[in-house]
């Protein structure tokens, strides 16, 4: 009875309490009335605005005045809320949003009290607060509702939460039982500086930080291919290991180009600029895509450091708050000077426009000789004198022409179903100018691969060419859409061919020059690569668009004379790194030319249909032999080197310049140049430039820079981190407290306008961003937080808070929430051991489902997961597919990062629970993870239950966890014992060594136990 009252009493003094403008009604007129009664004057309404005092207080003409202060019966707001007549009633029937009674008498009673405005919280100076603290402030507003805060968490919990929050991993079962003995008062904060000070936290925090900036590692439109972008990711962990200071991190990524003498650094910091979605598309119009690229700028911006949404505004004023068309495009403008292109190719030496090489010293060093080199052999080859009289006789004779073979056999060596189309008929569905086509025809002597599909693979085939003298040996590559790779291999994003050998008898043939028929030498890996004999190199096309079979010439060292009797062994070796980049579709033909040009069966064919050009030799060189006038006079000289040789030094320089080119680290450069023009463009339309043009200045709400002349992204960067900005603290202390405590203290992140959430405690928000703003140490900020009482709370919550404040925004407990996406697979490779710490470097792929790219396309392409230590890199390495997010990742909510995101939303769905129990990064890692308990958790399945608990949850297990989980140990020992095959699928999976001795049913049934603990709630949340 006694409670009942108190809650009575409260209920009534909160009735009392004077109503906010920000609080109160300002949530109120955003959701309904600033539509039509807002800052946008391009759909205002009646001519009045009831965002501004002055505006709403004035008669009208026909002598009503919208609000008159103090007196409700007097002002129209107030007749128009409360009006019955559906003709007459605000908001009208058609907005769709009805005010409910409570909404209407708050109107009232502000009316009645004075009807005064506030300026918006979030862009009013800050407040600074002497004496105040996290848990003065917050044990404040408790007290106001009557409440206070909870005990503080047991030790193992407090120390796995903040583990989890710091770095994004499970403290390890010796770093819990260290922090359990330390009985120190300052046991707690040195864990905390141990853990601020880590590789692990630096990665947490640039995880967050790459949602926001939306960095990826492909490029979003059209083919969404990779581009090079892990440098700037490097570049965030290093900054945040070395805990650079928040200011000086803005202007580099802003502007670090712009900076004096800027450094390598500050350059690949200025890569943030860069990394918006691009697209490739053969049709787009240019200015259509450089108005999204832009846009994309000015919404990344200012939602990542100013929480406004200026995006809104690229069509028309905002309709909520005070931005205008003409802040978006003045905005934009501050970017018109990064050189860029609205169509940017993704392949070719042309891929990704601007882009920055990071070699040391000594591969530059090694590159300037090779090209050197390079250099002078063309030109030797250029001059030389042409002289070929028997060659176009030799040609026209069909001398030079390939002699596709006829296979007598073909197998491989892991599983792979080799089959021969020789004159048998077979559906194709090559792409040929531009278009698929499907037929059936004679094969030709095709082989065609089908059935398994190992990630290596080596095909023998067997042919017996006819008598002759014999040059090269040629392998044609069909492709067929039938491949998933690139059209021509049956998986991967590409081909790769890392050893061709022929035998004849036991003799192995001797090859000296590997060139092949791809017209661009940057769409393929090295044809020498081929015959080199290291499996680290492949000959491989690696794009799109030939529209042709990638051919491969191998010239004999010694030319081969055959009688017609002898059979010829030809091994075809996949054993590349790509899993699955293996040939779907081949052809292998002979030359008896001087030597075979690399020109490919089917194009001979189609050249071929008047029966006046056999091939063998390429066009060019035919049209200077028969005296053409459109001749390239120096074909003849460059092919007749071929011939001769100087081609097989050049080759072997092209080779490794390739793959030392290849080992130079890439990122995308802002690039400088003079600043395009901006226009405002009417309703966003790219075609349409009537509208005004504009030179960069920030939002006029906020005010104006004092530049001298044309202000620069430098200008803004220093801006954005004024101390007179109160936006950039506030917005970063908003989403630094929902890192640690699960949502912010305005829960609207990327939106801090009059459409977002007035702060649950502003005061608090304020005392902590004059804070941070006093120094920009995010550390510093950190650790505050974490050292607070209110983040040491129980999430236990009482009973009381749990009916006053169920979502727990006044923090009258900790809160439990799910990890993100990428520390769940971060705790489940750490339990099991299988963790490979790295720091830094390109992008990693893991596991992925087969098909899972089939609708990708320019190229056609399959998923080829990562080799070794790659595969157990931590979540934060996985490869950004736009796209196709890596599908663990998407269903644990992970953003495509297509939009820059700075608030996860995480759910809670029957599939997650689906994907950790089969989803082989989780299968391998509760096989692993059930080894090391069976080799290290004890004797007993009661031990080692209690082993596997501790690593995952940082506790024992209870005594019914332990009992449910010995039955289900016993259930699938009993179930493996009677199926050896299931138990073997089970421990096959992932490509970690089996490394016990136990008996397969034993390690099976032990991975079911382990598999069910990391699929505990408990083990994915941070509580």
Request: net charge neutral; hydrophobic share 40%.
């Amino acid at each position: 009875m006694r409670y009942l009252l108190i809650l009575a009493l409260a209920s009534v003094v909160f009735a009392q309490r004077p109503v906010s403008f920000n609080r109160d009604i300002r949530p109120i007129m955003a959701d309904t009335c600033f539509r039509c009664h807002g800052p946008d004057a391009g759909t205002r309404m009646a001519n009045l605005r009831l965002d501004l005092r002055d505006e709403a207080t004035k008669a009208n003409r026909a002598g009503r005045t919208p609000i008159v202060p103090g007196k409700p019966e007097e002002s129209q707001i107030v007749a128009r809320v409360f009006h019955t007549n559906p003709a007459r009633v605000m908001p009208p029937p058609s907005a769709h949003k009805e005010l409910g009674e409570k909404q209407k008498e708050t109107i009232r009673r502000w009316v009645a009290e004075g009807a005064r405005y506030e300026g918006h919280w979030a862009y009013e100076p800050i407040r600074k607060q002497a004496g105040a603290s996290i848990d003065s402030l917050v044990e404040a507003r408790l007290k106001e509702e009557g409440l206070s805060l909870s005990a503080e968490a047991d030790k193992r919990t407090l120390l796995r939460r903040v583990t989890l929050d710091l770095t994004g991993l499970p403290p390890t079962a010796a770093e819990v039982n260290a922090f359990l003995a330390d009985t120190s008062a300052s046991a707690y904060e040195k864990t905390v500086d141990r853990l601020l000070s880590s590789q692990a936290h630096a990665e947490k925090m640039t995880m967050h930080w790459l949602d926001a900036v939306r960095y990826a590692d492909t490029s979003g439109f059209h083919g969404d291919n990779l581009y090079p972008s892990w440098p700037y990711r490097d570049y965030v962990l290093k900054s945040f290991l070395d805990n650079k200071r928040f200011d000086v991190f803005t202007r580099e990524q802003l502007a670090g180009d712009l900076l004096p003498n800027a450094t390598t650094e500050q350059k690949i910091a200025a890569a943030f600029n860069r990394l918006n979605r691009t697209s490739a598309e053969g049709g787009l119009q240019p200015k259509e895509y450089l108005a999204k690229y832009g846009a994309d700028r000015v919404r990344t911006v200012s939602a990542v450091w100013l929480g406004a949404t200026l995006g809104c505004a690229e069509c028309h004023d905002h309709k909520f708050d005070p931005l205008t068309s003409r802040d978006f495009y003045s905005m934009k403008a501050f970017f018109a000077d990064i050189k860029e292109t609205g169509l940017v190719p993704d392949r070719g030496a042309r891929a990704w426009g601007s882009v920055m090489r990071l070699g040391t010293e000594a591969q530059q060093g090694q590159l300037a000789q090779i090209d050197a080199r390079i250099a002078a052999l063309r030109q030797q080859i250029e001059n030389q004198q042409a002289a070929a009289p028997e060659l176009l006789k030799a040609y026209e004779a069909g001398e030079l022409a390939w002699k596709v073979q006829r296979p007598l056999t073909a197998a491989s060596r892991n599983g792979a179903a080799l089959k021969i189309y020789n004159e048998e008929e077979v559906d194709s569905m090559p792409y040929v100018g531009g278009i698929i086509r499907s037929f059936r025809g004679p094969g030709k002597g095709l082989i065609v691969a089908s059935g398994p599909n190992p990630d290596n693979e080596t095909y023998t085939i067997t042919i017996r060419p006819a008598a002759g003298r014999y040059t090269a040996l040629g392998l044609e590559v069909v492709q067929d859409e039938g491949n998933p790779g690139n059209g021509v291999a049956r998986g991967a994003d590409r081909l790769a061919v890392t050893e061709v050998e022929a035998y004849l008898g036991r003799k192995r043939l001797d090859f000296s020059l590997a060139t092949s028929n791809v017209a661009d030498p940057t769409w393929e890996q090295p044809a020498m690569s081929a015959i080199d004999g290291d499996s680290a190199t492949a000959w491989g096309v690696v794009t799109y668009g030939e529209n042709k079979n990638p051919f491969l010439a191998l010239r004999l060292r010694q030319p081969l004379v055959l009688t017609g009797q002898e059979t010829l062994r030809v091994e075809i070796r996949h054993d590349s790194v790509y899993r699955k980049a293996t040939i779907g579709r081949m052809r292998l033909a002979m030359s008896t030319g001087t030597y075979g040009w690399p020109e490919g069966t089917d194009i001979t064919e189609q050249r071929n249909k008047d029966g006046k050009n056999p091939g063998g030799l390429p066009v060019e060189v035919v049209k200077a032999l028969r005296g053409e006038k459109d001749a390239d006079a120096k074909a003849l000289a460059r092919y007749l080197a071929w011939m001769r040789g100087e081609t097989m030094e050049l080759a072997r320089h092209e080779q490794q310049r390739y793959y030392l080119e290849a080992a130079i680290p890439k990122v995308l450069l802002t690039e400088r140049v003079e600043p395009e023009t901006v226009r405002i463009l009417p309703r966003g339309n790219f075609l349409d430039e009537t509208g005004a043009v504009v030179e960069p200045a920030i939002p006029a709400r906020f005010g104006k820079l004092n530049t001298a002349g044309r202000a620069t992204r430098l200008d803004l960067a220093n801006w954005i981190v004024a101390q007179d900005n109160p936006l950039t603290p506030r917005v970063q202390v908003n989403r630094m407290w929902r890192m640690l405590f699960g949502v912010g203290l305005s829960k609207v992140l990327d939106d801090i306008g009059s459409q977002g959430e007035l702060p649950v405690n502003p005061d608090l928000l304020d005392y902590l961003a004059a804070e941070f703003q006093s120094d920009w140490d995010l550390r510093r900020l950190v650790k505050q937080i974490v050292m607070s009482r209110t983040y040491r709370q129980s999430s236990q919550a009482t009973k009381q808070a749990a009916e006053k404040d169920p979502d727990n925004r006044l923090l009258s407990h900790q809160s439990r929430t799910r990890v993100d996406a990428e520390v769940v697979h971060d705790i489940a490779l750490s339990a099991a051991g299988l963790l490979k710490p790295r720091f830094g470097g390109p992008s990693v792929r893991p596991y992925q489902p087969e098909g899972y790219l089939g609708a990708l396309n320019f190229p056609k392409r399959d998923y080829s997961a990562s080799r070794g230590a790659e595969l157990y890199a931590r979540g934060l390495y996985t490869q950004w597919q736009r796209t196709f997010l890596h599908p663990s990742l998407m269903t644990f909510d992970a953003p495509s990062r297509e939009e820059c995101t700075v608030n996860r939303v995480n759910s809670n769905t029957p599939l997650q629970a689906l994907v950790l129990l089969n989803d082989p990064i989780y299968v391998e890692a509760a096989r692993v993870f059930a080894q090391k308990m069976l080799a290290e958790g004890g004797k007993t399945i009661e031990e080692q239950i209690d082993w596997a608990y501790l690593r995952t949850v940082a506790r024992p297990a209870t005594a019914e966890e332990k009992a449910i989980l010995k039955e289900l140990h016993g259930k699938n020992l009993a179930r493996f014992r009677a199926d050896a095959k299931a138990a073997r699928q089970l421990l096959t999976v992932g490509d970690a060594p089996l490394t016990v001795k136990a008996k397969p049913e034993e390690l099976a049934a032990a991975a079911t136990v382990t598999r069910a603990i990391l699929n505990l709630h408990e083990a994915i949340t941070r509580n």
